[in-house]
C-alpha cells in the first residue's frame, strides 16, 4: 500500500533571525528549490517476536556499511547490560546478527560504562559507536563486533560535566554534540570526550531548553536543531548557541508538537520531527514553516505474512479483525533518519518496528525557478 500524497500546508513560525538562518559561517552549499511531490510509503522492517527482535528500541543508526543499528533498552535484559543493538538489512528485511557490548570488557568504573540506560547513538566513519546512558551520565564507546572501546563522562553541572544526556550528533569535522538532557542544554566534545563548549539553560523564553532531547546538524548550514522536549517546539541554534529560529508550538494541530524526541535534517535541509505523543511525525522545511503530517502507513512485510502462514491461529484471528487502520499507525516514534537517495527511516517504538517512506521531489535548477521578487512569499521554501 502506498502512501496518500498530502497537500503543502504551510504554517508561518517565529524566527529569531530571519535573514540569519546560518551561524555566521558562509554556506558551504546552497539550500536547494524543491518541487515537493510527498512521501511514498515503502515498507516496514523489524517485529516484536523474531530473531534479533525490536524491544524497547530507542535509536536507531544507518551505517555506512549499508547496515541499520537499532538499539534496544530492554527491560529484560540484565541491569548492567541493558543494550542490544540488531543489525538489519533494508532490502531484503533480515536480521543479520546482533550487536551485544561486553560489559567484561569495558574500562571499570562506579556505575560508569554500564549500558543500563542507553538514549541515543551515532556511528564513525571508523565503526565505533557512541551511545548516551542517561543513568551513568555518560558516553560509551564500542565497535560494530561488540568490543568495548571506553567510555566518558562526569555526573554534574559544571562545563564539560552531564546529566542524563541524550541525543547525540556527529558533526562533520568528527566531534560531538550533545543534549544534556537534565542540564537543559547543549554540549560540544571531541570523540575522546574534552570539552569545547555548552550553551543553553533552563526556562522557556528563546534559546532557554526543557529537557532537550533530540539533537541534529543542518548538514548545509552546520547550524543545530534540537527538539525542545518539554517545551513542546523545535530550536534552530547557530555554533556558538546564539537561538535563530523556533519552530511549533504545544498542541494537537497542523505544525504543533507534544513532546517532540528524535529530529533529523535530511541533504535538502528539511526538518523532519517525532512527534512523539501525538503519535506522528511533522515534516518542516528550512524556514521553520510546516509541509507535512506522517501518521502511519505500515503493511505486513514478508517475514510477518510468513509467520501468519506458518501459525493457522494466528491467521483465523487476523482474518476477525474489523479494523486495520490501527495496525498502520506510528505509536510513540521516538527516532529519524535519512538517507542520500531520499529513504526516510521512522523507529515506530511502540509498535517495536520500522516504517520507511521515500521522499518525492524534484530539485529545481535555477532556470526553472522564478526571481525571488515574482514569489507569492519567497519564504515559502
Known amino acids: 500500500m502506498r502512501a496518500a ?3 503543502l500546508v504551510k504554517e508561518k513560525t517565529m524566527t529569531l533571525a530571519q535573514a540569519q538562518s546560518t551561524s555566521g559561517q558562509a554556506e558551504s552549499r546552497a539550500y536547494p528549490t524543491l518541487l515537493r511531490l510527498g512521501h511514498r510509503y ?18 536507531l543508526i544507518l551505517g555506512n556499511d549499508g547496515w541499520i543499528y537499532v538499539l534496544n533498552r530492554g527491560s529484560e535484559l540484565p541491569a548492567h547490560a541493558r543494550l542490544r543493538i540488531v543489525r538489519l538489512n533494508a532490502e531484503d528485511q533480515g536480521y543479520d546478527r546482533e550487536v551485544a557490548p561486553d560489559p567484561d570488557k569495558t574500562p ?8 543500563a540506560a542507553p538514549v541515543m547513538g551515532v556511528l564513525d566513519q571508523d565503526g565505533v559507536f557512541f551511545v548516551t546512558d542517561e543513568k551513568a551520565s555518560t558516553v560509551n564507546m564500542f565497535k560494530s563486533t ?3 572501546v571506553g567510555w566518558w563522562g562526569e555526573t554534574g553541572t559544571g562545563p564539560g560535566q552531564l546529566e542524563g544526556p541524550a541525543g547525540i550528533a556527529l ?3 568528527g566531534t560531538l554534540w550533545i543534549a544534556d538532557s537534565r542540564n537543559h542544554r547543549v554540549q560540544h566534545f571531541t570523540r575522546d570526550g574534552r570539552f569545547l563548549a555548552c550553551w543553553g539553560g ?11 532531547w533530540g539533537i541534529a546538524v543542518d548538514p548545509i548550514d552546520g547550524t543545530l536543531v534540537v527538539s525542545d522536549w518539554r517545551n513542546d517546539r523545535i530550536q534552530r ?8 529560529m523556533i519552530i511549533g508550538r504545544s498542541g494537537t494541530g497542523a505544525g504543533e508538537l507534544n513532546r517532540p524526541s528524535g529530529v533529523t535534517v535530511d541533504h535538502h535541509g528539511d526538518i523532519y520531527v517525532a512527534d512523539r505523543n501525538n503519535h506522528r511525525v511533522l515534516l518542516f522545511n528550512r524556514r521553520g514553516l510546516f509541509v507535512e503530517t506522517f501518521i502511519g502507513d505500515a503493511t505486513l512485510n514478508e517475514q510477518g505474512i510468513q509467520r501468519l502462514m506458518g501459525n493457522p491461529n494466528m491467521l483465523r484471528q487476523r482474518d476477525n479483525v474489523s479494523d486495520l487502520d490501527r495496525e498502520k499507525r506510528f ?40 526571481a525571488p521578487e515574482l514569489h507569492l512569499d519567497p519564504m515559502l521554501n
Open 331 to 370: 505509536k510513540f516514534p521516538a527516532a529519524i533518519k535519512t538517507s542520500a537517495d531520499g529513504l526516510v527511516f521512522i523507529l515506530d517504538a511502540g509498535r517495536h518496528r520500522i516504517q520507511v517512506y521515500r521522499k518525492l521531489c524534484r530539485v529545481l535548477r535555477a532556470d526553472e525557478v522564478d
Open 202 to 212: 533552563f526556562g522557556s523564553q528563546p534559546g532557554e531548553l526543557n529537557f532537550p
Open 171 to 173: 558533526d562533520g569535522d
Open 108 to 115: 571499570a568504573a562506579p556505575q560508569k560504562g554500564s549500558l
Open 5 to 7: 500524497y498530502k497537500g
Open 146 to 148: 561488540g568490543e568495548a
Open 42 to 59: 515503502e515498507t516496514t522492517l523489524g517485529q516484536l517476536n523474531a530473531l534479533g527482535r525490536l524491544r524497547g528500541a530507542v535509536d
Open 237 to 244: 541554534f547557530s555554533r556558538d548557541g546564539r537561538a535563530l
